[in-house]
């Protein structure tokens, strides 16, 4: 689980995606916003209802997200705030499929920051 102090609070949410930069990805796309005040990294995950009805499914890929993002938190500035926005055809991937794309975005995220 990711701890809560990590996550982007709903409060917050809005003001980090309105000024924030968008980086488009062909199965992820992040917001990100540097903001030298802020101490450790946070983060969301965003998945749209529509493309996928089941809950458990959408449940189980935001999970898997979640747990990659926090695996790879150490290669990421402590002052970032990432909002990660999943693509419908990001639902059919494996574990480590899904693993190797995020750290390959969050990447080239790093490098342009």
């Known amino acids: 689980?990711?701890?809560k102090k990590q996550k982007i609070s709903r409060r917050d949410f809005g003001a980090v995606y309105k000024k924030s930069r968008l980086l488009s990805f062909p199965l992820a796309s992040f917001r990100v916003l540097s903001d030298p005040k802020q101490k450790e990294i946070h983060f969301a995950v965003v998945l749209p209802g529509k493309w996928q009805k089941q809950k458990a499914l959408?449940?189980?890929?935001?999970?898997?997200?979640?747990v990659i993002l926090r695996q790879v938190l150490s290669q990421l500035p402590p002052n970032l705030s990432v909002i990660c926005f999943l693509k419908k055809?990001?639902?059919g991937l494996s574990f480590s499929e899904l693993k190797d794309t995020v750290q390959n975005y969050l990447k080239a995220t790093n490098d342009r920051n």
């Open 89 to 91: 055809e990001i639902a």
């Open 58 to 66: 959408r449940n189980k890929t935001k999970r898997r997200a979640l």
């Open 1 to 3: 689980m990711v701890p």
